[in-house]
């Protein structure tokens, strides 16, 4: 039986308010989103070229190349960094190799990208390649990406985008300014996948709604997966940074308190006239003019975000050990000859308990977006999770023959080398693409 016949019997089924305190009262003002762009926005825009810093995750945390392995986020995964660099840092990543993935990993990019798909239809840009239409990619994240081509009104430049607001009955036609400032972000701040069946085009999965329950119900009855883990053979979904989704359920969301108003706070230029940053950087580092209407303390404010992070950060650790040790335990089964059938309820859990994981996880800053919903997602995942092990656990008690291998995660090294991971081979990969079809051809790429 091949692979994906063997992927196929294991479906047997279908599949704290936030910154508590804010007074709609006194929420930040929004400047008049309709007044044409001059040099102060676009110099902020510019300034995103500083915000350089990131981190290593994968060093952080070697635990996440166990539980990525196979999907691509196992072979570089880094904090991310300003919108200068999305073009940049698409190109370099591990995770898109030679150029031979899917034109739609540039969809947020740049505006070339709907511009592609204006052109050739999403599902032409879809089945095109990376390395295909790269020299398109002359922009990163700009003007056009949220603006109309006069500067006067913000809009939803992707098609993807357009449908999934509708599906959740959010048209961004209807919606106020405040929230469409929000939804211009929300556009690629937000979880998808491509779809395999439609030339791998981005969808996003709202069509019953877009928390992690709902997403969950559409790809399980879709039978989808992203990948089959190589470990314990579990078909795994992989959330990607599903910012929008918990911040529409926050305490900010409901008094209009936006992406914009935070991370793109009101100033003046030497006119007197009002403007937006475009500079999305740290919030604190504007916390005068973003928070103080509404906090009174920074220093108080940060401290109650660092607590909420510590406990993110604490209940993420917990469930990520016990997802390690549920994939090494199923594996051993699997590779031990128990029944695919049998196996199925256990792998189903590593399933369900991974995708809560993640969707609270890959959120950038879910700890200030909605720390509640985090911990709630990792409090599910986490029995789950010990489902799936006290499952696996009888199992392993009925086999005793069978021996179960934990993989090292005492470092990035070490955990590359439990799951088969040559970094050095990767790095060589992309650097003869970057060699032979980048520099020098590409725009900005010497």
């Excluded at 900010?252 to 030497?270: E, G, L, R």
């Excluded at 090294?413 to 590409?442: N, P, S, T």
Aim: with cysteine; hydrophobic share 35%; net charge negative.
């Amino acid at each position: 039986m091949n692979l994906f016949s063997l992927m196929k019997s294991l479906f047997p089924i279908a599949f704290l308010a936030l910154l508590s305190g804010c007074s709609p009262a006194e929420s930040v003002p929004s400047a008049d989103l309709t007044q044409p762009a001059d040099t102060q926005p676009t110099i902020s825009w510019q300034s995103t070229s500083n915000n350089d810093e990131r981190s290593d995750m994968l060093a952080a945390r070697p635990q996440l190349i166990v539980l990525w392995s196979g999907s691509g986020y196992d072979k570089q995964f880094s904090t991310p960094r300003g919108h200068q660099f999305a073009i940049k840092d698409v190109t370099n990543v591990l995770r898109t190799g030679d150029g031979e993935k899917s034109a739609s990993c540039w969809s947020c990019k740049g505006p070339a990208a709907p511009a592609m798909m204006a052109e050739f239809g999403e599902n032409g840009f879809g089945g095109k390649t990376f390395g295909e239409v790269g020299h398109r990619m002359d922009v990163s994240v700009g003007c056009d990406d949220c603006h109309s081509p006069d500067r006067k009104a913000l809009k939803l430049a992707r098609p993807f985008a357009q449908k999934a607001m509708a599906k959740v009955q959010q048209d961004f036609d209807t919606m106020s300014p405040a929230w469409q400032g929000a939804q211009t972000c929300g556009q690629c701040h937000v979880t998808y996948y491509f779809q395999p069946e439609q030339d791998n085009r981005v969808n996003i999965p709202w069509i019953f709604g877009n928390d992690a329950d709902a997403i969950e119900k559409y790809y399980d009855t879709r039978r989808f997966y992203d990948w089959i883990h190589p470990l314990s053979g579990a078909p795994m979904v992989k959330a990607r940074h599903p910012e929008y989704e918990h911040w529409s359920r926050s305490e900010h969301a409901k008094m209009d308190v936006t992406c914009v108003s935070c991370h793109m706070p009101t100033q003046v230029d030497d006119e007197g006239r009002e403007y937006h940053s475009h500079n999305t950087g740290k919030v604190m580092d504007n916390f005068d003019s973003t928070c103080a209407s509404c906090h009174a303390s920074k220093k108080s404010l940060q401290a109650k975000l660092s607590k909420r992070k510590q406990q993110i950060d604490d209940a993420r650790t917990e469930v990520e050990k016990l997802l390690v040790k549920a994939h090494a335990e199923a594996g051993a089964l699997w590779r031990g000859g128990v029944n695919q059938t049998s196996l199925s309820p256990a792998l189903m859990d590593i399933r369900h308990a991974q995708w809560r994981w993640d969707f609270a996880v890959s959120s950038h800053g879910v700890h200030a977006h909605n720390p509640s919903e985090g911990l709630a997602l990792l409090a599910t995942a986490k029995r789950q999770a010990q489902q799936a092990r006290a499952t696996l656990a009888v199992m392993l008690s009925q086999n005793p023959e069978i021996e179960v291998s934990y993989p090292d995660i005492s470092n990035k090294l070490a955990a590359q080398q439990a799951m088969g991971l040559d970094e050095a081979a990767l790095q060589q990969q992309k650097q003869r693409f970057l060699d032979e079809q980048v520099k020098g051809k590409w725009p900005g790429w010497e």
